[in-house]
């Protein structure tokens, strides 16, 4: 409690005084979080299962029916679950954009991967990271000042619009020598490129695609890797319980993954499976010209949607 009391103390010193850098109060405090957070995040449990939220896919909807559904820097449980479920109980650690980079060092009985078509998944994750949708959910006071002026020059310049961005994809070739950190737009063309293939941090869900979580878990070959879908997100729910509750006596990795674990012990068993890799996965969204409807989805929202009704809305005009 007194390390708790101490980064309390300090946190508040920062939301005062600012770190002389350029930032803003709520950019330090955010940084001052973000530095607590990869100290705890160190001492996330490697094993038992796993829940790898991918953005933009419904993982949000299934991590509030996780008792682990947190990040890595809070305490875990965090959550009472009514009615819970075998996965999770069973799901130990949650990973989601920044507690990613923890994944190369786990070794989990299983990963339980959220998906979703990746043509939907390219336009939500667009919009929701857009500048104007950063910025009209309040969200942009987490950026540091010269990274959001460029960020929002980027954006408005380059990309006002989905339609914009997607009028700059006609083509995969691209020239992009720059770090994942820095935003240069110079050549609009070269820049929407980029972004769509992930390689521009600020658009972390779009960064973080299906190949990078692929190279990410270990060993990826021999893990027992598990699946939900958007589209069939509750019947997917529903079929990984069932999976999870089968007779597990035969397979070493889930019979000790049934209880949740009270120490950080590796698992010293070697299960062999076949492999599955993520580009394998997506296969059952057969290939269909949906890239053109994307032609007339609506421009980017100053706001972001608010109502049941809008949201039926827009769920509509893309069914059409």
């Known amino acids: 409690s007194s390390s708790s009391s101490s980064s309390s103390?300090?946190?508040?010193?920062?939301?005062?005084?600012?770190?002389?850098?350029?930032?803003?109060?709520?950019?330090?405090?955010y940084k001052a979080r973000l530095r607590n957070r990869f100290e705890?995040?160190?001492?996330?449990?490697?094993?038992?299962?796993?829940?790898?939220?991918?953005?933009?896919?419904?993982?949000?909807?299934?991590s509030v029916l996780l008792r682990n559904g947190c990040h890595s820097w809070l305490e875990h449980p965090c959550r009472v679950v009514q009615n819970e479920t075998i996965a999770s109980q069973m799901i130990e650690s949650y990973y989601h954009v920044a507690d990613f980079g923890l994944l190369p060092q786990s070794q989990h009985d299983f990963y339980l991967l959220t998906l979703r078509d990746p043509y939907d998944r390219t336009i939500s994750s667009f919009v929701y990271e857009h500048y104007l949708n950063v910025k009209a959910r309040g969200e942009e006071v987490n950026i540091k000042k010269n990274i959001r002026k460029d960020f929002e020059k980027a954006c408005l310049t380059c990309f006002p619009t989905l339609e914009s961005f997607v009028a700059l994809l006609?083509?995969?070739?691209?020239?992009?020598?720059?770090?994942?950190s820095e935003i240069v737009y110079d050549s609009c063309q070269d820049f929407a490129r980029a972004v769509f293939h992930g390689r521009v941090r600020i658009f972390h869900h779009s960064f973080f695609n299906y190949r990078k979580i692929q190279g990410l878990i270990p060993n990826i070959q021999q893990q027992t890797l598990l699946v939900t879908r958007l589209e069939y997100l509750w019947h997917d729910w529903d079929a990984v319980n069932q999976y999870l509750t089968r007779d597990t006596s035969n397979d070493p990795r889930l019979s000790t993954a049934v209880s949740p674990?009270?120490?950080?012990?590796?698992s010293k068993h070697q299960h062999q499976h076949q492999h599955l890799s993520l580009m394998t996965m997506i296969?059952?969204?057969?290939?269909?010209?949906?890239?053109?409807?994307?032609?007339?989805?609506?421009?980017?929202?100053?706001?972001?949607?608010?109502?049941?009704?809008?949201?039926?809305?827009?769920?509509?005009?893309h069914s059409d």
């Open 9 to 29: 103390s300090s946190l508040s010193l920062a939301e005062k005084q600012g770190n002389g850098n350029g930032d803003d109060i709520n950019v330090t405090t």
């Open 40 to 62: 705890w995040g160190r001492e996330q449990t490697v094993n038992g299962g796993a829940f790898v939220h991918i953005g933009k896919t419904g993982g949000s909807s299934l």
């Open 170 to 180: 006609n083509g995969n070739e691209f020239h992009y020598p720059h770090h994942k």
């Open 261 to 266: 674990r009270t120490n950080n012990t590796k």
């Open 283 to 317: 296969k059952p969204y057969e290939a269909h010209p949906k890239i053109l409807t994307i032609l007339h989805w609506p421009q980017c929202r100053r706001y972001p949607l608010e109502s049941l009704e809008e949201r039926q809305q827009m769920m509509q005009l």
